[in-house]
């Protein structure tokens, strides 16, 4: 599920950086359920959150984006 590879690449890219779910969350001015949501992959995240995310995490948009091979 498209979903959830996102959610793995946030997680994965957050830990990287050093953040926590909460240090991030307070960063893109969500709350901690919300990112939790979409590392699970309950919930899609908008193209806006992504943006988000990856200037948060100092990463390219396209390294943050799952590969079409990653399962």
Request: charged share 35%.
């Amino acid at each position: 599920m498209e979903t959830d590879k996102w959610g793995r690449r946030i997680r994965a890219f957050r830990k990287l950086k050093g953040f926590t779910q909460d240090g991030l969350a307070k960063e893109l001015g969500v709350s901690v359920s919300v990112l939790g949501e979409i590392e699970r992959g309950s919930r899609v995240p908008s193209d806006d959150f992504l943006t988000s995310v990856s200037e948060a995490l100092s990463i390219p948009l396209e390294e943050l984006s799952p590969s079409d091979d990653e399962e």
